[in-house]
């Protein structure tokens, strides 16, 4: 290691003639010569001797409490206090948007282990909505398709040669009918976003059975439209049957 007291740095220029209105400062001004002194303090301890002084409470890692005031915690025993929530078996899993719950279900469980998919709410002309996204940066493309073929086709895409153009052709197939089967239960807000029309598929901190019982209502979009579009009808006939009465 390099001592600093023993540095000395010169540095030489040479010689030329003071310029004229210079000449009557002294010679010593312009000398470049001088030796760099540091303080002693700042290099006597070696990198060994500062780490010794460490002790374990200087391992613990500083948190922002949620009223802003710091709090020294050790970070393990930073521990998530959410209660666990319960996945369908894979005996019971029998429809897509079971597939769908266990994922937000584990990510809600352990947020970190499945980013795939994860639940959003967002305000959309002025009223709240709540449903699931599947983020970009993941690669819903891919994703996607090996969890249809997975469930609905019981095929392993990603065991598959990915080369193939006839496999490369199956991810696009199975990605098109994804998104095609979800769009029959949620609103598509954008590509990968789609929101709960009405009955919501996920509720943090229910349980399984009403989770299932909440899913057993959920109907298509186009059946929806269908009984919308009867209720409608019933009035006008109950009238126009009233009118054809008056007439007769």
């Not at 002025?126 to 983020?135: D, L, S």
Request: glycine share 2%; net charge negative.
């Amino acid at each position: 290691m390099i001592n600093p007291h023993h540095l000395n740095i010169e540095t030489h220029f040479p010689q030329q003639a003071a310029p004229q209105h210079l000449a009557s400062f002294p010679p010593e001004l312009f000398s470049c010569e001088e030796e760099l002194s540091l303080p002693p303090t700042l290099f006597d301890s070696g990198v060994n001797d500062v780490a010794a002084e460490l002790s374990d409470s200087d391992m613990e890692k500083e948190f922002l409490s949620p009223v802003g005031s710091r709090t020294s915690t050790p970070v393990h025993m930073e521990k998530d206090s959410r209660p666990k929530m319960e996945k369908f078996p894979l005996d019971k899993v029998s429809d897509f948007k079971h597939v769908i719950y266990n994922l937000l279900v584990d990510h809600h469980n352990d947020p970190a282990s499945t980013p795939f998919v994860e639940p959003v709410t967002i305000v959309l002309d002025g009223e709240v909505r709540t449903g699931f996204r599947f983020p970009d940066p993941f690669n819903p493309d891919k994703k996607l398709p090996e969890l249809y073929a997975q469930h609905i086709r019981r095929a392993r895409l990603d065991l598959e040669n990915q080369d193939s153009i006839f496999i490369q052709d199956l991810y696009k197939f199975y990605l098109r009918a994804c998104l095609e089967l979800l769009a029959k239960y949620f609103e598509k807000c954008d590509k990968y976003t789609f929101l709960d029309d009405g009955v919501p598929l996920f509720v943090a901190g229910t349980s399984l059975k009403e989770s299932e019982t909440r899913m057993k209502t959920m109907r298509t979009r186009a059946r929806k439209r269908k009984s919308a579009a009867r209720e409608t009808k019933k009035p006008s006939s109950k009238r126009s049957k009233a009118k054809h009465v008056d007439s007769e």
